[in-house]
Each structure stands twice: as structure tokens, then as C-alpha cells.
């Protein structure tokens, strides 16, 4: 079938507005919009069946008067002859002709909030969606733009016009969700992320939010009605500032592995990615918010070399946490006195030592209790007291320091109470060093 045909038996099966009979020829004449391409269509075959009115010239231009046709109720009338009403288009059901109001809408509920790049989406029923599908099938059409894109393009086009702003398909700042049936605008407001380094100096701080175990998070006598079972973290500490420049819902912290909750993290800090969720504003000068934190959190934490990160340094960050080299200062406690030549045993002991390490007595109730093999690269050892003394050990991320002391009743092997044959504990733990794996 010629353009001519198909576009005829369309119109006669069906009452189809501008937009919809241009889309099934969406990819003919460019350069042109789907509202005029329709329009053009129609007004050939108006022309077409002008010179002749019998019975079957009339029934066509009044096909073509229900879809909307002006050019057609004009020949008509002039020609004596009562035009049929125009009918709802069978596929968008005339919501494409509501594509300024949508715009302003949409320009409506982003106030607000700054953005300077958006992603259109439109909601269509699978019905609709079927039946347009049905409709194409009939004359074969193949060049044809769907619903959905016609409504993303065109109030992207008027939103765009509106507001300095522009489209981005790969990483919007807001993505809208339109639905043009019901007119109820839904937004998806993209997170900041944040990369940095954080030092902690308490040693009583969660790295992330930590809910009472007992009322999860509730509030309950236990926790005094916080819902926490501490009252600070690393995340809330940063979170303060950050929500309040970005006037954001909250914040979360993604860290590059954590310390325990009484060790130190010292050193080059521990490499972090902090998402800002909800934000309003996203103009922030990072080095403010440096300092703001900063001054905040005066004498419990510290961050350093803040700058914008994305979602996918996070899962890098995330994940090269247990393959980064890390470097631990700790104090050792002894049940008996240790000797010179113990202490230059253990040092020996663990040159590029393999340990096997089955999960701790102390997390195994949120960890599966597996064995891990875990790489100690270096031991140095200093003499702190008859019965105790400091190493730095080097070691591959993820492995339990305490347990590579104690040996966990066996769960580690080797330890150091193990090769010292000395019962043996942590009393102090830093992290000092965290060779952080680079990201591209």
C-alpha cells in the first residue's frame, strides 16, 4: 500500500488527531513535526476527493472530519453539507492536545528546586499501548514514533523553552514521570554524590547509623527514645552540614570499608562517597562544605578532598574496600610475659603470611560464617611493656585484626597467641594507612 492508501484506511477505520496519523509516518519527510506531517496528510487527501462529491468523496472528507480535519468542515459546509463533530483520536485520546498544560505542570512542581539538566518519562497503559499496536498492524506502517516518545520529546521541547534547562538521557539531575490521562506529575530527584576522605577520633563512633536493636529504630527505654543505639555516626556528622547547604532529605554515607566502632581511623583517612538524597539546591562550593564539616565536628571527625563523585564510584569504592592494602597500628596485651625472642618470632612469622580466617564469635549474628584467606604482608613489633607491645601490621582489606591477635578460640589461624603460645589481646586498634585503589 502507498502512503495514500494506508493513511486513508486509517483514517476510516479510526478518529485519529494530527499527532497520531503523523506518528505512523514518523520517519518520512523530516525535518517536520508529527502534528504538521498529520495535518499535511490530511489536507492532500481534502484536496484530493474535492473535485469529485459523490456519496464516497463525502463519506471520506466526513472520515476526515470526525479526526479533526478544519480544511475538510470548511469544504463541506461550503459545499452545503453538514460536517460531522469532531471525535476523540482512538489512540491518545486527545491528551497529546494537552501537551502545554503538562509543560507548565511539570515547570510547576520542579519549583524549588535547582536543576540544569531533566529526562522526560510518560506513563501509557498497556491497553492504550495494545491498541496502538493493533492499529499499525492493520496497514503495515513501520515508521512510526510511539506515543510515549511523542509526549517525552514535546514537553521536553516546551519545558526546555520555559526554563533554562536541557535534556540529559544518561544523568539527569530530575526525571519526571507525566502521566497525561490523569495529569499528575511525579518527580525522581537525582542524589549529589560527594567523594572524600574521613579521620575519625572517637572511639566510641559508628561509621554509619546504627538503630536500637530492641525497637529497630523506633524509640524505646532502651535507647531513651532515640531509636539509636548510638547517638552519633560518621554519616549523621557530615550529614548536618550537607543537608542543610543543599536543603536535601538526608544523607548517606557509602564507605570504603569500616572501621571497628572503638578503633581510630587516622592516617590517610578512609576513602568515602557521601550521597546527598533530595537535594534543592546543588550549586554547592564543595570547599565550604569542607569547612563547615569541619567546624561541626571539631574534635570527633575530619574530611579532606572533597569533590563530585557519581553513583558509580560508589560501587568501585564499595568493592575495592577488601582488595586496598591497609596498615593497622595496635596495642597487644599478653596473659604472661613476652619475650625478645617471641616478639622476633612473630615478626618472622607473618612476612606475606596466609591466614584463614573463619568469621568472628563477635560479628558472626550479620556475617555468614564462612572462611576467608586473608594476606598479612608485614609485622613490626615494639616493646610497650613486660607483657605488652605495639605493631604495625600490613594486611589485605578485610581482615580482622583483633582475631589475627587473639585467634578467636581458634578461628583464626595463624595468630599471634597462637606462634607466641601466649593468650593474647587487642586494647587499642588504629588504622593508619589505606592504600586506596584509584578509580577511572
Request: proline content about 3%; hydrophobic content about 35%.
Amino acid at each position: 500500500m502507498t502512503l495514500h492508501e494506508k493513511a486513508l484506511k486509517l483514517l476510516k477505520n479510526h478518529t485519529l488527531c494530527d499527532y497520531c496519523l503523523g506518528r505512523q509516518f514518523s520517519n518520512l519527510a523530516t525535518g517536520t513535526t508529527n502534528l504538521n506531517r498529520g495535518k499535511t496528510i490530511k489536507d492532500f487527501l481534502v484536496m484530493e476527493f474535492s473535485t469529485d462529491l459523490s456519496e464516497e468523496s463525502v463519506s471520506i472528507l466526513q472520515c476526515l472530519s470526525r479526526s479533526g480535519s478544519a480544511l475538510a468542515k470548511k469544504l463541506l459546509l461550503k459545499n452545503g453539507i453538514q460536517s460531522e463533530e469532531t471525535m476523540e483520536c482512538y489512540i491518545c485520546e486527545d491528551s497529546l492536545k494537552t501537551i502545554d498544560s503538562l509543560a507548565e505542570l511539570v515547570i510547576l512542581q520542579s519549583k524549588g528546586y535547582e536543576f540544569q539538566t531533566f529526562l522526560m518519562g510518560t506513563l501509557i497503559s498497556k491497553a492504550l499501548q495494545e491498541r496502538e499496536t493493533e492499529l499499525k498492524a492493520q496497514v503495515n506502517v513501520k515508521q512510526t514514533e510511539l506515543l510515549k516518545q511523542e509526549f517525552n520529546r514535546n514537553i521536553g521541547k516546551k519545558v526546555s523553552e520555559r526554563a533554562p534547562v536541557i535534556t540529559d538521557f544518561k544523568s539527569p539531575d530530575i526525571v519526571f514521570e507525566v502521566n497525561p490521562f490523569t495529569q499528575d506529575i511525579s518527580m525522581r530527584i537525582t542524589s549529589l554524590y560527594i567523594y572524600g576522605k574521613y579521620k575519625k577520633y572517637l572511639r566510641i563512633l559508628p561509621q554509619t547509623r546504627w538503630p536500637c536493636r530492641k525497637c529497630k529504630g523506633k524509640g524505646c527505654k532502651e535507647c531513651n527514645n532515640t531509636g539509636k543505639k548510638y547517638p552519633e555516626s560518621v554519616e549523621e556528622l557530615i550529614e548536618v552540614e550537607a543537608i542543610k547547604l543543599a536543603k536535601a532529605e538526608k544523607g548517606t554515607l557509602h564507605g570504603g570499608g569500616r572501621e571497628d566502632i572503638d578503633a581510630l581511623m587516622l592516617g590517610t583517612g578512609r576513602p568515602f562517597v557521601f550521597e546527598v538524597v533530595n537535594p534543592h539546591i546543588r550549586s554547592l562550593e564543595l570547599k565550604d562544605l569542607e569547612e563547615r564539616i569541619n567546624n561541626y565536628t571539631k574534635d570527633k571527625i575530619e574530611v579532606q578532598n572533597l569533590r563530585w563523585s557519581s553513583r558509580k564510584e560508589v560501587v568501585h569504592v564499595k568493592s575495592s574496600a577488601e582488595r586496598a592494602i591497609k596498615k593497622y597500628r595496635a596495642l597487644i596485651e599478653f596473659l604472661n610475659p613476652i619475650t625478645d625472642k617471641d616478639i622476633k618470632k612473630i615478626e618472622n612469622e607473618f612476612q606475606n603470611k596466609v591466614l584463614q580466617q573463619r568469621t568472628p564469635n563477635r560479628v558472626s549474628h550479620r556475617r555468614a560464617d564462612k572462611i576467608r584467606e586473608k594476606k598479612v604482608y608485614n609485622v613490626e613489633c615494639t616493646r610497650k611493656g613486660e607483657a605488652e607491645i605495639e605493631i604495625e601490621v600490613e594486611c589485605d582489606g578485610g581482615c580482622y585484626v583483633k582475631e589475627l591477635i587473639s585467634g578467636d578460640e581458634g578461628r583464626t589461624k595463624p595468630s599471634i597467641s597462637e606462634i607466641a603460645m601466649n593468650p593474647a589481646i587487642c586494647t587499642e586498634l588504629d588504622v593508619i594507612k589505606i592504600n586506596e585503589i584509584p578509580y577511572s
